[in-house]
């Protein structure tokens, strides 16, 4: 499966997390996005992304496992979509739009593109952020779905 995902991460209460090269990335409590793409197979197909998302234990190398091995910060579902191209940083783009919405970090998981950042607070409770996030994805033309299912 190949496409795009907004992962949706509860922060407990503030932090601030080593990230490889980035540095330190402080984090303030609340829901976060972190938006990615499976574009390849297996570990890279979207399943392979997000279930080593979910996983604990693994060796941090993108930024987005340095956030994940923080105690206060916990994966709670994602959506996706099948989709071909970069369609993660328009994603993050429009996300970013609503006036509720910043980007936590510049560069974060997005070293390979040249957009702000991938990492979005949300300033909202987490099922209105799920709305916004479900509801972008239709915006883009693109039929999202849940994980875990």
Do not use: Q
């Amino acid at each position: 499966m190949r496409g795009l995902y907004a992962l949706l991460i509860s922060v407990d209460r503030k932090a601030t997390v080593a990230v490889g090269g980035l540095g330190d990335v402080r984090l303030r409590r609340g829901v976060h996005v972190y938006l990615g793409s499976g574009r390849g197979t297996g570990s890279a197909s979207i399943e392979g992304r997000l279930t080593r998302h979910f996983r604990h234990g693994k060796r941090r190398h993108w930024h987005i496992d340095y956030l994940l091995s923080n105690r206060y910060c916990k994966p709670e579902l994602a959506f996706f979509s099948y989709a071909r191209g970069r369609l993660e940083c328009r994603l993050a783009a429009e996300i970013s739009r609503d006036p509720r919405a910043g980007i936590v970090y510049r560069g974060f998981g997005s070293s390979d593109c040249s957009c702000s950042g991938h990492l979005i607070l949300l300033g909202f409770e987490r099922a209105a952020a799920e709305l916004l996030v479900y509801e972008k994805f239709i915006g883009l033309g693109l039929e999202p779905w849940r994980w875990p299912g």
